[in-house]
T-cell receptor, first 116, second 111 residues
Framework: GAVVSQHPSWVICKSGTSVKIECRSL??????MFWYRQFPKKSLMLMAT?????????EQGVEKDKFLINHASLTLSTLTVTSAHPEDSSFYIC????????????FGQGTRLTVV | AQRVTQPEKLLSVFKGAPVELKCNYS??????LFWYVQYSRQRLQLLLR??SRESIKGFTADLNKGETSFHLKKPFAQEEDSAMYYC?????????????FGAGTRLAVHP
């Protein structure tokens, strides 16, 4: 099946710094990727839709200046948490749909961000 | 508004017992529904989708448009079924097909 890989799997950063998370589709080209945030014992909240070659589409309530998304190529999307605060600590997950198996979404393993 | 509701946070059963994980949705368009599963320390993966009407690992789910439900069922639970289960709705919004998730139900199957 299609594989989506995230890097890093976990990261600890100081308040006020920025952190970049990468999401790669390893064996297919993804024109669209999705970024989710998962709070402890809660569901996945869709943050934004990442579009190759254009601006990301953010969900209501998500600060686009806080969570910068770049979809530089058909296999890479990045999420940068800028000026991180402890309340940004969370589990971030990306997903992508393969053109061959459009109805199925494939998920990365997630990135645990801890801001201290 | 579009919404997926999973009313149970935890479902605890004994091995061999029947299981039903509830999912209700709210969507004005034609729904496309999925069940995703997350085993311990693993990533989310697709379990089944309503359009294929398949049975995976003994699980089935039927879309009931009248009741706006997509409950997940298995007649005889196994210990290896213990995991988090998420019901998801694919919806077209803002020019894209997006997946929104319910809150999830943790299934615990005891020996």
């Amino acid at each position: 099946g299609a594989v989506v890989s995230q890097h890093p799997s976990w990261v600890i950063c100081k308040s006020g710094t920025s952190v970049k998370i990468e999401c790669r589709s390893l064996d297919f080209q993804a024109t669209t990727m999705f970024w989710y945030r998962q709070f402890p014992k809660k569901s996945l909240m869709l943050m934004a839709t990442s579009n190759e070659g254009s601006k990301a589409t953010y969900e209501q309530g998500v600060e686009k200046d806080k969570f910068l998304i770049n979809h530089a190529s058909l296999t890479l999307s990045t999420l940068t948490v800028t000026s991180a605060h402890p309340e940004d600590s969370s589990f971030y997950i990306c997903s992508a749909r393969s053109p061959r198996r459009y109805t199925e979404a494939f998920f990365g393993q997630g990135t645990r961000l801890t801001v201290v | 508004a579009q919404r997926v509701t999973q009313p149970e946070k935890l479902l605890s059963v004994f091995k061999g017992a029947p299981v039903e994980l509830k999912c209700n949705y709210s969507y004005s368009g034609s729904p496309e529904l999925f069940w995703y599963v997350q085993y311990s320390r693993q990533r989310l993966q697709l379990l089944l989708r309503h359009i294929s009407r398949e049975s995976i690992k003994g699980f089935t789910a039927d879309l009931n448009k009248g009741e706006t439900s997509f409950h997940l069922k298995k007649p005889f639970a196994q210990e290896e079924d213990s995991a988090m289960y998420y019901c998801a709705l694919s919806m077209f919004s803002g020019g894209y097909n997006k997946l929104i998730f319910g809150a999830g139900t943790r299934l615990a199957v005891h020996p």
